[in-house]
């Protein structure tokens, strides 16, 4: 297999420049359990490194997915557990294999847990979701074999019945329209229609983007999705690298098999193998430009995802105004902004990232979670307190999502420090300085060590990139870039918990490191199954020194999710 | 006074409807410094209440305040102090009268601090905030007496000088198009235009409004600006009234008379009284309607203030989308929102506040603070803690920006409850209820009494307004209604400043009080000049049942503004 991949690689490198370029590759050699890793120099056609992971589980494949999929769907223990559901004539079971999660890291095989959803009809679009099924097998992804059937608990405790019950038919939630009818939406809303006659303001050339005052490199690869690389606003650098690093997605739910529930969708699947390719046109409005992907099949060959990342502008209202109050003349200007936008389907969840840039120098990153809660199976009338239901027999698990954004700057250069601002009352401390007690002082704080470190609203904390050589003219202060981070409850697992060894970046919300290759991933290089952390609760370890210097900040963000019904 | 704004209010009264109206005038007796207070039920034709407030401020007035502007422009000893400024000819000076704010409460005297700028050129967009002059004279808004000339520190510290040097001329820094000049401004932006060609969605009936599943009447009056009342969405009661309460803006620079500048600018001035009025049209796209609002002339003559609120749908994005990863069929719907809203002026300030609702029942209250901010002179290289030089000779104080919410709901109706939720992690404590230590539940508190309240994002603590006697079919809870609150530093200013003693709204970020009528303002109801808060700090205290009652819920939100420069 790493020789398909290698020759299909040599040929597009011989395309491209003569920049060395390496290609990571991850494999498995058939008949073994172990996980390979690879590096070829594409360039100098050489492999520079081959080795074997015995302890580590790679990201989930695609052949592999599919495989899994067909094996749970046709296993006949499989069957003769859906036949115990006595479902209607024309129902079927489908399943949705899961990344196994940890169990302690008892299990060392390739496991995947395949939730079970019955599907009444025959529509592509039937909602699954809101048809969990009562049992959730358990697949080994090398040799298909089945490892065992894991009943799940219909009330709230832990029990599980010994037997799977005939299926106690509820109506399904559906969404799709051709399933629901044009009379279940809505009518009243008029068409709202943007045009941009002269087209869109911004310039492409390749992947090399420039708009207003910005130029950026759209990257784009399977983990992390699109990625910015060397952005300048008006001839000034201000960032090397800007990538969604890492998500962690706990589940609160302590039963049997529901403990194991947590996805590491970028390091597990990858927002790019996940990203959906918008053939039919994306779902923006105005003028969009469309950038492509490629994966690679289980034979290596390279495989085209059209359309995974879509650019276009909006309006986001005024960005700025004044009026003179003595003669009501008044200035305005509007924000526009330019939005670059991938969807990751993840099974039932849907996250559509965007990095939006403005006319004012602000990069914003926008993590949007849609689509479908996911659902576990309960006895009707049974409610409990790890999750709301919402539907007959179906609960929808609380749950976290805790991303990591990786920010490589080079303000003004490579050379940055990375400082955090508190804003502190003087106080009665000082009565000559502040007689009247109203005034506050902004303290600034440079990090000098590598590390996890706190927000802290109390006192405004502002984290900013500076560099310290490059003075502001008018401020006479070094010149900075704000990161305005979003407040979050952190990772609620303890430290003793799986969850937390898992992914240690999502218990705190800054870190610090000083710059190294290959240290891209908030929670390490493979997250799948993984028993620790092996990415910031390491690199921030590390005793250097961060004054001045190549620096990386990461920020980790998201929301705990207690999921609600829709219905009255 | 009070006669002829009777007669106009029964003028208008017989034109409305049979409810009895009433009006709240504040005037002053000619002669007198003293405030009164009437209110005249506009249906009987009768005076209901006519008081003195011996000790209060009524809201600045706009005829005073021209009145006090005037006065200050031409008063001898500041045109001797201007004189002593050797402006070059055509330099004039202006001013911007500011509310006196607070000195301990010594003055009593109803007092405006002029801040005087220079205006190098008669364009009537100048930026005359770029060049501030370094005088401050006092002025009685009753006598038009110059009480007395504050000299501004132009230093880091308390000193000013004996006598008022010569400017120290510098370019000013302008933002209109018409002194810049076209080359200044961007050329490669294009044209984004956005088209509705069957009409907008909404539906008004003078001001009830109707849009998607929405129904509520704007409101409008000079304190508040526009107001939502008796708000349903799919035909079930939400909120009686939601309103912009109080905004307080205290400044972090201890030095006189700057340690005086707290301005309330509902309380003060009103988000009202200081709309733009669009004559000109707003400056959003698509399609706009407009709402007219009324002021009084100092003959208490109704003046009308023509499109002070617009009202237009604006496109999101995507609202919701999931794709089947199966056969990449996808379902999405946007996120379309019906945006009302005004800009209030306050001097140097921008205000945009905006209602935003949206398609799922949401319901979004945006303050944009926009505008220039508030400057000071300083001799030409110093710069200080208090603020950021922005420009050769000019800092702009740091300082807060503390909005309060008003939120009266009435949820499937008028007796409510307000719970917090905390999302606490089961930990070790309990083994056999979470023995991997994964679980976390939701605990919920009901508030039972008056009081302020805490943010806690450690436990993502969130407030709801919950209807305990209608439970939600499907979770088999009660149904509610989420406040999404921003989580921000609170004033920083101690319990013994007056800073805090006006504003203790400011202190707190949720507070919840029970319904009596004409406790709308956070602050009181006269926050002009004023030594205490009389409004929450007062209700809040009151030993009522809060418990499945009429409530309210009051947020307290807002920036600390930490200036900067926008030059290199």
Chains 1, 2 share one sequence.
Not at 184 to 207: E, W
Request: with cysteine; net charge negative.
């Amino acid at each position: 297999m790493p020789l398909n991949v290698l020759r299909d690689l040599i040929r597009i490198a011989d395309k491209t420049n003569t920049l060395d370029r390496r290609a990571r590759i991850y494999y498995h050699v058939v008949g073994s359990p172990h996980l390979w890793k690879a590096v070829v120099n594409i360039t100098r056609r050489i492999v520079e490194l081959q080795e074997v992971h015995p302890d580590a589980q790679g990201p989930v494949d695609y052949w592999e997915f599919e495989r899994v999929q067909d094996a749970c769907n046709s296993h006949p223990d499989v069957l003769a557990e859906i036949a115990k559901l006595k479902l209607p004539i024309r129902a079927k079971v489908i399943n949705d294999p899961w990344a196994y999660g940890t169990d302690e890291g008892k299990e060392r095989r390739r496991l995947f847990q395949c939730y079970m959803y019955i599907v009444l009809n025959n529509d592509p679009e039937a909602n699954h979701y809101s048809l969990p099924a009562p049992f959730a097998p358990v697949f080994d992804a090398h040799t298909l074999e089945l490892c065992w059937i894991d009943r799940l608990p219909l009330n709230s405790g832990f029990e599980t019945t010994a037997e799977t019950q005939p299926w106690n038919a509820v109506r399904p939630v559906e969404y799709a329209e051709d399933i629901l009818g044009q009379d279940y939406f809505r009518k009243d809303l008029k068409p709202l229609q943007i045009f941009q006659p002269d087209g869109p303001s911004f310039k492409i050339r390749g992947r090399s983007i420039s708009w207003q005052k910005w130029n950026f490199h759209l990257g784009w690869n399977l983990r992390e999705g699109p990625v910015l690389n060397n952005i300048t606003y008006d001839g000034r650098s201000l960032f090397y690298r800007i990538s969604m690093s890492e998500m962690t997605v706990p589940y609160g739910d302590p039963r049997t098999p529901y403990h194991r529930k947590q996805a590491f969708d970028l390091g597990d699947s990858g927002f790019g193998l996940t990203s959906n390719t918008l053939e039919l046109g994306c779902d923006c409005l105005g003028q969009i430009h469309y950038f492509d992907g490629y994966r690679c099949d289980s034979e290596g060959q390279p495989v085209l995802m059209k359309n995974v990342v879509c650019m276009h502008e909006v309006d986001q209202g005024i960005g700025w105004k004044h009026t003179n109050f003595r003669n009501n003349l008044s200035s305005v200007v509007r924000d526009r902004q330019l939005v670059l936008q991938c969807t990751a389907t993840v099974a039932n969840y849907e996250y559509i990232l965007a990095f939006i840039l403005d006319q004012t120098a602000n990069l914003h990153i926008e993590v949007k979670a849609t689509g479908i809660v996911s659902t576990m199976p309960s006895n009707e009338g049974v409610h409990h307190e790890w999750g709301t239901t919402v539907a007959p027999g179906v609960t929808a698990a609380n749950h976290q999502h805790l991303f990591n954004v990786r920010i490589d700057p080079s303000l003004d250069g490579r050379e940055n420090s990375i400082v955090y601002e508190d804003c502190v009352p003087i106080g009665g401390s000082d009565k000559s300085l502040d007689p009247f007690g109203n005034a506050f002082r902004v303290q600034s704080t440079t990090i000098k060590q590598p590390g996890a470190y706190d927000l802290d609203l109390t006192k405004s904390r502002t984290y900013k990139i500076v560099n310290p050589s490059h003075i502001n003219s008018i401020s006479g202060k070094p010149v900075g870039y704000k990161l305005h981070a979003i407040p979050s409850q952190m990772m609620m697992m303890s430290p003793s918990t799986f969850n937390y060894k898992r992914g240690v970046f999502a218990s705190r919300p800054i870190w610090v490191t000083k710059y190294r290759d290959d240290e891209l991933y908030a929670a390490g290089e493979f997250t799948n199954q993984s028993r620790e952390d092996t990415g910031l609760a390491i690199w921030s370890e590390r005793e250097e020194d961060l004054e001045n210097e190549d620096v990386i900040l990461w920020h980790t963000f998201g929301v705990t999710h207690v999921t609600r019904p829709e219905g009255k």
